[in-house]
Protein backbone atom coordinates (compact mmCIF):
# COMPACT_ATOMS: atom_id res chain seq x y z
CA UNK A 1 0.00 0.00 0.00
CA UNK A 2 1.53 3.97 -0.50
CA UNK A 3 1.72 5.75 2.41
CA UNK A 4 0.28 8.83 0.60
CA UNK A 5 -3.25 6.75 1.23
CA UNK A 6 -2.77 6.92 4.59
CA UNK A 7 -3.16 9.92 5.09
CA UNK A 8 -6.72 11.84 5.68
CA UNK A 9 -8.42 12.26 2.01
CA UNK A 10 -10.64 15.16 1.49
CA UNK A 11 -13.64 15.58 -1.34
CA UNK A 12 -14.24 19.20 -2.72
CA UNK A 13 -17.35 19.69 -4.39
CA UNK A 14 -16.95 21.83 -7.31
CA UNK A 15 -20.51 22.05 -8.87
CA UNK A 16 -23.23 19.84 -8.26
CA UNK A 17 -25.92 20.30 -11.20
CA UNK A 18 -29.28 18.54 -12.60
CA UNK A 19 -28.33 17.92 -16.99
CA UNK A 20 -31.87 17.51 -18.34
CA UNK A 21 -32.27 15.93 -22.00
CA UNK A 22 -30.81 18.58 -24.61
CA UNK A 23 -34.41 18.32 -26.25
CA UNK A 24 -38.31 18.31 -24.86
CA UNK A 25 -39.52 14.64 -24.39
CA UNK A 26 -42.58 14.60 -26.53
CA UNK A 27 -45.82 14.26 -24.81
CA UNK A 28 -46.75 10.92 -26.41
CA UNK A 29 -43.59 9.62 -24.60
CA UNK A 30 -43.93 10.65 -21.44
CA UNK A 31 -45.03 8.24 -19.24
CA UNK A 32 -45.23 4.34 -19.10
CA UNK A 33 -45.28 1.69 -17.11
CA UNK A 34 -42.37 -0.32 -15.77
CA UNK A 35 -41.64 -3.96 -17.86
CA UNK A 36 -42.31 -7.09 -16.03
CA UNK A 37 -38.75 -7.97 -15.37
CA UNK A 38 -38.48 -4.04 -14.08
CA UNK A 39 -40.85 -4.94 -11.54
CA UNK A 40 -39.34 -7.68 -10.12
CA UNK A 41 -35.75 -6.24 -10.02
CA UNK A 42 -34.39 -4.75 -6.51
CA UNK A 43 -34.43 -0.91 -6.44
CA UNK A 44 -30.78 -0.97 -5.90
CA UNK A 45 -28.01 1.27 -7.24
CA UNK A 46 -25.44 -0.82 -9.80
CA UNK A 47 -22.14 1.90 -9.06
CA UNK A 48 -19.60 1.82 -11.36
CA UNK A 49 -15.77 3.00 -11.47
CA UNK A 50 -13.90 4.21 -14.41
CA UNK A 51 -10.49 5.22 -14.26
CA UNK A 52 -9.15 7.64 -16.44
CA UNK A 53 -5.18 8.71 -16.73
CA UNK A 54 -6.41 12.72 -18.83
CA UNK A 55 -5.30 15.58 -17.24
CA UNK A 56 -7.53 17.63 -19.59
CA UNK A 57 -9.29 20.02 -17.80
CA UNK A 58 -12.39 19.96 -20.10
CA UNK A 59 -13.78 16.88 -18.80
CA UNK A 60 -16.44 17.59 -17.10
CA UNK A 61 -17.61 20.52 -19.90
CA UNK A 62 -17.69 17.43 -22.51
CA UNK A 63 -19.15 15.08 -20.16
CA UNK A 64 -22.19 17.15 -19.30
CA UNK A 65 -23.10 18.59 -22.80
CA UNK A 66 -23.00 14.97 -24.19
CA UNK A 67 -25.16 13.25 -20.85
CA UNK A 68 -27.40 16.19 -22.00
CA UNK A 69 -28.04 14.05 -25.43
CA UNK A 70 -27.55 11.08 -24.54
CA UNK A 71 -29.99 11.47 -22.35
CA UNK A 72 -32.59 12.57 -25.60
CA UNK A 73 -32.18 9.24 -25.92
CA UNK A 74 -32.17 7.78 -23.44
CA UNK A 75 -35.55 10.21 -21.74
CA UNK A 76 -36.76 7.51 -19.11
CA UNK A 77 -33.41 7.71 -17.00
CA UNK A 78 -34.12 11.24 -17.38
CA UNK A 79 -37.24 10.99 -15.28
CA UNK A 80 -39.01 9.65 -12.18
CA UNK A 81 -40.72 6.50 -10.82
CA UNK A 82 -43.60 7.56 -9.18
CA UNK A 83 -45.21 6.37 -6.38
CA UNK A 84 -46.95 3.28 -7.96
CA UNK A 85 -43.67 2.01 -7.78
CA UNK A 86 -44.14 0.94 -11.70
CA UNK A 87 -45.55 4.50 -13.26
CA UNK A 88 -42.37 6.33 -15.26
CA UNK A 89 -42.80 10.00 -15.34
CA UNK A 90 -40.43 10.83 -18.46
CA UNK A 91 -40.69 14.79 -17.37
CA UNK A 92 -37.42 15.73 -18.25
CA UNK A 93 -36.39 16.16 -14.43
CA UNK A 94 -32.82 15.72 -15.22
CA UNK A 95 -29.82 13.35 -13.85
CA UNK A 96 -27.44 14.44 -10.81
CA UNK A 97 -23.89 15.40 -12.16
CA UNK A 98 -21.38 16.14 -9.63
CA UNK A 99 -17.31 17.36 -10.16
CA UNK A 100 -15.06 17.16 -7.58
CA UNK A 101 -11.67 17.55 -6.62
CA UNK A 102 -10.15 14.58 -4.18
CA UNK A 103 -7.18 15.99 -1.63
CA UNK A 104 -4.72 13.37 -0.54
CA UNK A 105 -4.61 10.82 -2.64
CA UNK A 106 -3.37 10.41 -6.07
CA UNK A 107 -4.80 7.88 -8.84
CA UNK A 108 -2.07 5.20 -8.63
CA UNK A 109 -2.60 5.41 -5.23
CA UNK A 110 -6.43 4.64 -5.76
CA UNK A 111 -5.45 2.07 -7.80
CA UNK A 112 -3.51 0.41 -5.74
CA UNK A 113 -5.70 0.61 -2.96
CA UNK A 114 -9.23 1.33 -3.66
CA UNK A 115 -10.42 0.91 0.01
CA UNK A 116 -14.40 1.25 0.28
CA UNK A 117 -14.21 5.02 2.47
CA UNK A 118 -12.21 6.43 -0.36
CA UNK A 119 -14.83 4.43 -3.33
CA UNK A 120 -17.30 6.62 -1.00
CA UNK A 121 -15.89 9.88 -1.88
CA UNK A 122 -16.21 8.76 -6.14
CA UNK A 123 -19.82 9.22 -6.37
CA UNK A 124 -22.64 11.50 -5.37
CA UNK A 125 -23.66 11.80 -1.77
CA UNK A 126 -26.04 8.68 -0.72
CA UNK A 127 -26.10 7.14 -4.29
CA UNK A 128 -23.48 4.82 -3.64
CA UNK A 129 -25.46 1.32 -3.43
CA UNK A 130 -28.52 4.03 -2.49
CA UNK A 131 -32.26 1.85 -2.68
CA UNK A 132 -35.33 3.09 -3.27
CA UNK A 133 -35.04 4.82 -6.47
CA UNK A 134 -38.78 6.37 -5.85
CA UNK A 135 -38.60 10.34 -6.56
CA UNK A 136 -34.91 10.40 -6.83
CA UNK A 137 -32.77 10.48 -10.21
CA UNK A 138 -32.55 7.35 -11.79
CA UNK A 139 -28.71 7.96 -12.17
CA UNK A 140 -26.14 9.60 -10.90
CA UNK A 141 -22.50 10.39 -12.04
CA UNK A 142 -19.50 12.07 -10.81
CA UNK A 143 -16.16 12.97 -12.39
CA UNK A 144 -13.82 13.70 -9.63
CA UNK A 145 -9.72 14.85 -10.10
CA UNK A 146 -7.02 13.24 -8.29
CA UNK A 147 -3.91 15.41 -7.41
CA UNK A 148 -1.21 15.24 -9.92
CA UNK A 149 -3.90 14.23 -12.58
CA UNK A 150 -6.31 11.43 -13.94
CA UNK A 151 -9.67 10.91 -13.24
CA UNK A 152 -12.57 9.03 -11.77
CA UNK A 153 -16.17 8.81 -13.60
CA UNK A 154 -18.51 7.03 -11.68
CA UNK A 155 -22.04 6.27 -12.81
CA UNK A 156 -24.62 5.28 -10.14
CA UNK A 157 -28.05 3.51 -12.22
CA UNK A 158 -31.48 2.90 -10.80
CA UNK A 159 -31.77 -1.42 -11.28
CA UNK A 160 -35.06 -0.52 -11.40
CA UNK A 161 -34.63 0.79 -15.01
CA UNK A 162 -31.02 -0.84 -16.11
CA UNK A 163 -29.56 -4.40 -15.78
CA UNK A 164 -25.86 -4.40 -16.70
CA UNK A 165 -26.27 -4.94 -20.07
CA UNK A 166 -28.37 -1.77 -20.01
CA UNK A 167 -25.76 -0.10 -18.11
CA UNK A 168 -22.68 -1.10 -20.46
CA UNK A 169 -24.79 0.07 -23.93
CA UNK A 170 -25.65 3.61 -21.96
CA UNK A 171 -22.01 3.96 -21.15
CA UNK A 172 -21.40 3.31 -25.16
CA UNK A 173 -23.52 5.68 -26.36
CA UNK A 174 -22.69 8.33 -23.88
CA UNK A 175 -19.14 8.03 -24.49
CA UNK A 176 -19.64 7.72 -28.54
CA UNK A 177 -21.69 10.89 -28.23
CA UNK A 178 -19.04 12.88 -26.63
CA UNK A 179 -16.78 11.63 -29.41
CA UNK A 180 -19.09 12.95 -31.76
CA UNK A 181 -19.81 9.62 -33.24
CA UNK A 182 -23.63 8.96 -34.22
CA UNK A 183 -25.43 5.88 -32.76
CA UNK A 184 -28.90 4.67 -33.32
CA UNK A 185 -31.46 5.37 -30.73
CA UNK A 186 -31.67 1.86 -28.44
CA UNK A 187 -35.19 0.33 -27.97
CA UNK A 188 -37.00 0.76 -25.13
CA UNK A 189 -37.86 -2.66 -23.62
CA UNK A 190 -41.04 -1.40 -21.00
CA UNK A 191 -42.56 0.36 -24.74
CA UNK A 192 -41.28 -2.50 -27.07
CA UNK A 193 -42.20 -5.65 -25.57
CA UNK A 194 -45.57 -7.33 -24.33
CA UNK A 195 -46.86 -6.09 -21.46
CA UNK A 196 -47.68 -8.17 -18.02
CA UNK A 197 -48.64 -6.51 -14.90
CA UNK A 198 -47.49 -8.78 -11.43
CA UNK A 199 -51.56 -8.00 -10.67
CA UNK A 200 -50.45 -7.73 -7.24
CA UNK A 201 -47.40 -5.49 -5.51
CA UNK A 202 -44.25 -6.89 -5.47
CA UNK A 203 -42.85 -6.59 -1.83
CA UNK A 204 -39.70 -5.17 -1.99
CA UNK A 205 -36.80 -8.02 -1.97
CA UNK A 206 -34.42 -6.85 1.19
CA UNK A 207 -30.98 -7.63 0.42
CA UNK A 208 -29.17 -6.65 4.24
CA UNK A 209 -26.18 -4.29 3.60
CA UNK A 210 -25.53 -4.28 7.46
CA UNK A 211 -22.97 -6.60 8.27
CA UNK A 212 -18.85 -6.13 7.90
CA UNK A 213 -17.88 -7.64 4.51
CA UNK A 214 -14.80 -8.24 3.10
CA UNK A 215 -14.71 -7.91 -1.20
CA UNK A 216 -11.69 -8.98 -2.94
CA UNK A 217 -10.60 -9.08 -6.23
CA UNK A 218 -9.15 -11.91 -7.87
CA UNK A 219 -7.42 -12.10 -11.55
CA UNK A 220 -7.03 -15.00 -13.48
CA UNK A 221 -5.44 -14.88 -16.53
CA UNK A 222 -5.56 -16.59 -20.18
CA UNK A 223 -3.00 -19.31 -18.17
CA UNK A 224 -5.25 -19.58 -15.02
CA UNK A 225 -7.84 -20.22 -17.41
CA UNK A 226 -6.36 -23.23 -19.43
CA UNK A 227 -5.17 -24.85 -16.19
CA UNK A 228 -9.08 -24.76 -15.19
CA UNK A 229 -10.14 -26.07 -18.78
CA UNK A 230 -7.25 -28.79 -18.57
CA UNK A 231 -8.63 -30.22 -14.81
CA UNK A 232 -12.62 -31.03 -16.96
CA UNK A 233 -10.94 -32.21 -19.85
CA UNK A 234 -12.86 -35.09 -20.23
CA UNK A 235 -15.76 -34.46 -18.01
CA UNK A 236 -17.70 -31.11 -20.02
CA UNK A 237 -16.78 -30.57 -24.07
CA UNK A 238 -15.89 -26.63 -24.27
CA UNK A 239 -16.11 -24.99 -21.08
CA UNK A 240 -16.49 -21.51 -21.63
CA UNK A 241 -14.37 -19.38 -19.09
CA UNK A 242 -17.02 -17.92 -17.23
CA UNK A 243 -18.64 -21.63 -16.38
CA UNK A 244 -14.92 -22.49 -15.13
CA UNK A 245 -14.64 -19.53 -13.34
CA UNK A 246 -17.93 -19.33 -12.06
CA UNK A 247 -18.03 -22.90 -11.09
CA UNK A 248 -14.35 -22.56 -9.20
CA UNK A 249 -15.90 -19.53 -6.72
CA UNK A 250 -18.75 -21.47 -5.96
CA UNK A 251 -17.09 -24.60 -5.02
CA UNK A 252 -14.09 -22.67 -3.22
CA UNK A 253 -17.00 -20.69 -1.21
CA UNK A 254 -18.63 -24.30 -0.40
CA UNK A 255 -15.17 -25.59 1.23
CA UNK A 256 -14.64 -22.19 3.12
CA UNK A 257 -18.43 -22.54 4.37
CA UNK A 258 -17.80 -26.53 5.03
CA UNK A 259 -14.54 -26.11 7.08
CA UNK A 260 -15.97 -22.82 8.44
CA UNK A 261 -18.85 -24.81 10.29
CA UNK A 262 -17.31 -28.30 10.33
CA UNK A 263 -19.91 -30.09 8.06
CA UNK A 264 -21.43 -29.59 4.86
CA UNK A 265 -24.25 -27.70 4.21
CA UNK A 266 -26.48 -27.69 1.24
CA UNK A 267 -26.22 -24.69 -0.89
CA UNK A 268 -27.41 -23.11 -3.77
CA UNK A 269 -26.07 -20.73 -6.82
CA UNK A 270 -28.18 -18.34 -8.64
CA UNK A 271 -26.43 -17.29 -12.10
CA UNK A 272 -27.81 -14.30 -13.32
CA UNK A 273 -28.27 -14.53 -17.58
CA UNK A 274 -28.99 -11.87 -19.96
CA UNK A 275 -32.01 -13.17 -22.17
CA UNK A 276 -31.85 -10.83 -24.51
CA UNK A 277 -30.03 -12.74 -27.30
CA UNK A 278 -32.07 -16.15 -25.95
CA UNK A 279 -35.35 -15.30 -27.07
CA UNK A 280 -36.95 -15.69 -30.47
CA UNK A 281 -36.40 -13.24 -32.69
CA UNK A 282 -33.64 -12.65 -30.29
CA UNK A 283 -34.00 -8.93 -29.05
CA UNK A 284 -30.93 -6.50 -30.40
CA UNK A 285 -28.25 -5.47 -27.95
CA UNK A 286 -29.12 -1.94 -27.47
CA UNK A 287 -32.34 -3.05 -25.86
CA UNK A 288 -32.87 -0.89 -22.58
CA UNK A 289 -34.37 -2.10 -19.07
CA UNK A 290 -34.00 -5.52 -17.45
CA UNK A 291 -34.47 -8.30 -19.34
CA UNK A 292 -31.90 -10.80 -17.38
CA UNK A 293 -33.19 -13.83 -15.76
CA UNK A 294 -31.31 -16.25 -13.44
CA UNK A 295 -31.15 -20.25 -13.11
CA UNK A 296 -30.44 -22.38 -9.80
CA UNK A 297 -27.82 -24.73 -9.45
CA UNK A 298 -27.80 -26.86 -6.04
CA UNK A 299 -25.43 -28.98 -4.08
CA UNK A 300 -27.44 -31.61 -1.38
CA UNK A 301 -24.23 -33.52 -0.95
CA UNK A 302 -20.41 -33.08 -0.98
CA UNK A 303 -19.85 -35.10 -3.70
CA UNK A 304 -21.43 -33.07 -5.84
CA UNK A 305 -19.31 -30.14 -5.56
CA UNK A 306 -16.58 -31.05 -7.64
CA UNK A 307 -15.51 -28.84 -10.61
CA UNK A 308 -16.31 -31.06 -13.37
CA UNK A 309 -19.85 -31.42 -11.90
CA UNK A 310 -20.57 -27.80 -10.99
CA UNK A 311 -19.72 -26.75 -14.50
CA UNK A 312 -21.55 -29.87 -15.85
CA UNK A 313 -24.14 -28.20 -14.02
CA UNK A 314 -23.69 -24.25 -15.08
CA UNK A 315 -23.90 -25.69 -18.57
CA UNK A 316 -27.14 -27.24 -18.40
CA UNK A 317 -28.67 -24.58 -16.74
CA UNK A 318 -27.59 -22.24 -19.53
CA UNK A 319 -29.17 -24.57 -21.86
CA UNK A 320 -32.24 -24.71 -20.22
CA UNK A 321 -33.10 -21.28 -20.66
CA UNK A 322 -33.78 -20.60 -24.01
CA UNK A 323 -36.55 -19.10 -25.05
CA UNK A 324 -39.35 -19.96 -27.79
CA UNK A 325 -42.42 -17.42 -27.26
CA UNK A 326 -41.91 -14.18 -25.35
CA UNK A 327 -45.09 -13.90 -24.58
CA UNK A 328 -45.65 -17.67 -22.91
CA UNK A 329 -42.15 -17.20 -21.34
CA UNK A 330 -42.90 -13.85 -19.59
CA UNK A 331 -46.07 -15.31 -17.90
CA UNK A 332 -44.06 -18.65 -16.51
CA UNK A 333 -41.57 -15.53 -15.31
CA UNK A 334 -45.10 -13.96 -13.79
CA UNK A 335 -46.11 -16.96 -12.26
CA UNK A 336 -42.63 -17.85 -10.74
CA UNK A 337 -42.24 -14.08 -9.37
CA UNK A 338 -42.68 -15.40 -5.19
CA UNK A 339 -39.71 -17.90 -5.73
CA UNK A 340 -37.60 -14.43 -6.72
CA UNK A 341 -38.01 -13.32 -3.51
CA UNK A 342 -37.64 -16.20 -1.72
CA UNK A 343 -34.63 -16.82 -3.27
CA UNK A 344 -33.00 -13.51 -2.76
CA UNK A 345 -34.44 -12.66 0.75
CA UNK A 346 -32.28 -16.10 1.53
CA UNK A 347 -28.69 -14.58 2.60
CA UNK A 348 -27.50 -18.20 2.75
CA UNK A 349 -27.54 -18.55 -1.35
CA UNK A 350 -24.72 -17.31 -3.12
CA UNK A 351 -25.62 -15.11 -6.42
CA UNK A 352 -23.49 -14.41 -9.52
CA UNK A 353 -23.69 -12.62 -12.48
CA UNK A 354 -21.09 -11.67 -15.49
CA UNK A 355 -20.89 -8.17 -17.06
CA UNK A 356 -20.52 -9.55 -20.63
CA UNK A 357 -17.28 -8.65 -23.17
CA UNK A 358 -14.29 -5.56 -22.90
CA UNK A 359 -17.03 -2.66 -22.61
CA UNK A 360 -15.48 -0.90 -19.35
CA UNK A 361 -12.23 -0.88 -20.96
CA UNK A 362 -13.69 0.70 -24.01
CA UNK A 363 -15.42 4.04 -22.65
CA UNK A 364 -13.26 6.89 -24.65
CA UNK A 365 -15.26 10.27 -23.91
CA UNK A 366 -12.27 11.67 -26.19
CA UNK A 367 -9.29 11.47 -23.79
CA UNK A 368 -8.64 7.99 -24.14
CA UNK A 369 -9.75 4.33 -22.98
CA UNK A 370 -9.65 3.83 -19.04
CA UNK A 371 -6.89 2.25 -17.25
CA UNK A 372 -9.41 0.09 -14.51
CA UNK A 373 -13.07 0.01 -14.83
CA UNK A 374 -15.22 -2.18 -12.07
CA UNK A 375 -18.04 -1.81 -9.86
CA UNK A 376 -17.57 -0.82 -5.90
CA UNK A 377 -16.94 -2.99 -3.30
CA UNK A 378 -20.39 -4.80 -3.03
CA UNK A 379 -22.07 -4.91 0.33
CA UNK A 380 -24.20 -7.89 -0.30
CA UNK A 381 -22.63 -11.26 1.32
CA UNK A 382 -21.93 -14.20 -0.85
CA UNK A 383 -21.65 -12.24 -4.13
CA UNK A 384 -19.30 -12.74 -7.53
CA UNK A 385 -19.29 -10.47 -10.08
CA UNK A 386 -17.36 -11.25 -13.20
CA UNK A 387 -15.78 -9.24 -15.76
CA UNK A 388 -13.45 -10.09 -18.57
CA UNK A 389 -10.30 -8.30 -18.54
CA UNK A 390 -8.84 -5.99 -21.08
CA UNK A 391 -7.60 -8.61 -23.97
CA UNK A 392 -10.63 -10.59 -23.60
CA UNK A 393 -8.49 -14.15 -22.50
CA UNK A 394 -9.19 -13.58 -18.77
CA UNK A 395 -11.66 -12.84 -16.32
CA UNK A 396 -11.85 -10.50 -12.81
CA UNK A 397 -13.92 -11.90 -10.35
CA UNK A 398 -14.90 -9.13 -7.13
CA UNK A 399 -15.95 -11.61 -4.33
CA UNK A 400 -17.96 -10.06 -1.27
CA UNK A 401 -17.62 -12.61 1.57
CA UNK A 402 -17.82 -12.44 5.53
CA UNK A 403 -14.49 -11.83 6.88
CA UNK A 404 -13.97 -15.31 8.42
CA UNK A 405 -15.34 -17.33 5.38
CA UNK A 406 -13.14 -14.16 2.97
CA UNK A 407 -10.30 -15.56 4.68
CA UNK A 408 -10.84 -19.30 3.91
CA UNK A 409 -11.76 -18.99 0.79
CA UNK A 410 -8.75 -16.73 -0.25
CA UNK A 411 -6.71 -19.97 1.11
CA UNK A 412 -8.85 -22.29 -1.41
CA UNK A 413 -9.03 -19.84 -4.59
CA UNK A 414 -5.01 -18.74 -4.70
CA UNK A 415 -4.27 -22.14 -5.64
CA UNK A 416 -6.01 -21.66 -8.50
CA UNK A 417 -4.52 -18.43 -9.21
CA UNK A 418 -0.65 -17.86 -11.29
CA UNK A 419 1.96 -16.52 -9.02
CA UNK A 420 2.33 -13.55 -11.09
CA UNK A 421 -1.54 -12.69 -10.56
CA UNK A 422 -0.88 -13.54 -6.46
CA UNK A 423 0.45 -9.73 -5.83
CA UNK A 424 -1.98 -8.20 -8.44
CA UNK A 425 -4.99 -9.46 -6.78
CA UNK A 426 -3.52 -9.17 -3.35
CA UNK A 427 -2.95 -4.98 -4.30
CA UNK A 428 -6.39 -5.01 -5.66
CA UNK A 429 -8.09 -6.22 -2.69
CA UNK A 430 -9.97 -3.78 -0.15
CA UNK A 431 -12.38 -3.97 2.75
CA UNK A 432 -15.22 -2.65 4.90
CA UNK A 433 -13.91 -3.69 7.85
Not at 45 to 69: F, G, H, M, R
Not at 174 to 181: G, K, N, S, T
Request: include cysteine.
Amino acid sequence: MNSSCKVTIEMEIISEEIIKPSSRTPDHLKTFKLSLLDQLTLHTYAPIILLYESKTVTCSDVLKKSLSETLTKYYPFAGRLSEDGITVDCNDEGVVFVEAKIIGCRLLDFVHNPNYETQSLLFPEGYLWKGSCVGYSFLAAQATYFECGGMALTISMSHKVADAPTLGIFLSDWAAIARHEVRPPPMILATSIPYFNLEYIMPEIELDMSEPLVTKRYVFDAQDIARLKQSVTGLVENPTKIALVTALLYKCAINASTTKTGSFKSTTLIQLVNMRPRVEPPLPDNSIGNFTWYFTTSNRDQSETSLGNLVTQLKKGIKELGVSGLDDWLLSVRESANNVKELFDNLDVYRCSHVRGRSFYQMNFGWGNPIWGTIADVLVKNTFILYDTPDGYGVEAVVSLEEDHMRLFNEEVMDYVSSKQNSQSASMTRSRI
